[in-house]
């Protein structure tokens, strides 16, 4: 099966398994597993803060910053399809008590003013008040989407102004940097906090951590345990995040260069259900609306073929490219993808 359901899917080579099999490890709910403590400072310093805590999802380290951000009652504003809110179950309502309200931008996108529009820093008695803004890069649903740097400044010094906090969930940020060219550290030098997974594009089993000054993160440590998330030996899968930063960041293009293949193919079928110049990573998010087959039977077209891929809603089906696609896993998918688009466009 060629599987482009998502970059999660990946196994860990047998280089990485050797790097985790070797790794120094102490109990870390003691801070005492060396590995994980020079990963944390390694990210901490990537991005250009003080301090990083190793949790094991995404959807934790998202939690953790901005619950750090956010009292119970108070707002976070984040777009409409980000993971935060679609994907995450009502986290954090549930362990946090926080309220969400949404804007909707093209691709997950956003513009400074738009957001700043919708904002309402010390509402006063009667009104939510907005505390902080979550940013995701690249964004998922929006087919990985690369956030415009401009935009981000932008809004990072409106709504600092205002007495507002950002986040950046970046569990995809890596493709944001490679695609965009911005450092990590000129992400970093914009949010108060950030998630980053080892387990997306970097190929890691598992991992993500959650960066930002020295006292939040110390107060996301005791919340990461009350979660019940305290780990113990996990340098062995911090092992696996430090081998990723090492040797998986740059390689990333190979990733967006295979996206952008698919894209043109599909693209050539019909312009109408992708616009491939618009795909800068590695994600390929098809737009079925104009023809009648479901994203769902598409979808088990393909796998009759040997190609796996998402139906993320009626319409939208989404293939993600990854660490192990292969060069036949790719000719396969620009055989079988376009043949079946033209079936299905001669059938509306
Ligand atoms: C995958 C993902 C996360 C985290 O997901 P986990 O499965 O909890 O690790 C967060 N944000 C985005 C945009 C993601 O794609």
């Known amino acids: 099966m060629a599987d482009f359901r998502s970059d999660t899917v990946t196994k860990p080579c047998a280089q990485m398994i050797a790097a985790m099999s070797s790794a120094q ?15 944390e400072k390694r990210v901490a310093e990537m991005f250009g803060k003080e301090a990083a805590l190793f949790a094991p999802t995404g ?10 951000l956010v009292k119970p009652g108070e707002e976070l ?17 549930t362990f946090s008590g926080i309220t969400t309200r949404t804007w909707e931008g093209s691709r997950g996108s956003f513009k400074a003013s738009e957001v700043m529009r919708i904002a309402a820093p010390e509402a006063g008695p009667y009104l939510v008040s907005t505390k902080a803004i979550a940013i995701e890069n690249t964004h998922n649903f929006g087919g990985g989407y690369v956030q415009s740097f401009d935009e981000i400044k932008k809004l990072r010094e409106a709504s600092s102004a205002v007495g507002l906090t ?25 949010f108060d906090t950030i998630s980053i997974c ?24 005791i919340w990461r345990k009350r979660y019940g998330a305290g780990m113990r030996q996990i340098g062995f899968l911090a092992a696996a995040a430090n081998f990723a930063l090492d040797n998986n960041i740059s390689r990333l293009v190979e990733d967006h260069d295979k996206a952008k293949q698919i894209a043109n193919a599909c693209a050539q079928v019909s ?3 992708i616009d491939a110049a618009g795909i800068e990573t590695n994600i390929v998010a ?26 993320l809603g009626p319409k939208f089906l989404r293939l993600v490219t990854h660490l192990d696609i292969s060069d036949s896993d790719m000719a396969k998918v620009l055989e079988v993808l376009p043949k079946l688009l033209k079936r299905a466009l001669v059938a509306k």
């Open 286 to 311: 098809l737009d079925l609306s104009g023809i009648k087959i479901s994203a769902a039977e598409l979808n088990a077209q393909l796998k009759e073929e040997g190609i796996l891929a998402s139906a």
């Open 271 to 273: 312009p109408e259900f």
């Open 25 to 39: 490890v102490g109990d870390d709910v003691y801070g005492d597993d060396p590995t994980v403590n020079a990963l």
């Open 166 to 190: 950002m986040h950046l969930d970046g569990a995809r940020i890596w493709n944001a940097h490679v695609a965009s060219g911005v450092s990590l550290k000129d992400y970093g030098s914009q």
């Open 77 to 93: 504003l984040t777009e409409l399809t980000s993971h935060i809110v679609r994907a995450e179950l009502g986290a954090g309502a």
């Open 198 to 221: 080892f387990s997306k594009g970097l190929g890691a089993p598992v991992g993500s951590a959650v960066i930002s000054s020295a006292e939040r993160i110390a107060e996301s440590r």
């Open 59 to 68: 959807s934790l380290t998202n939690q953790l910053a901005i619950r750090s």
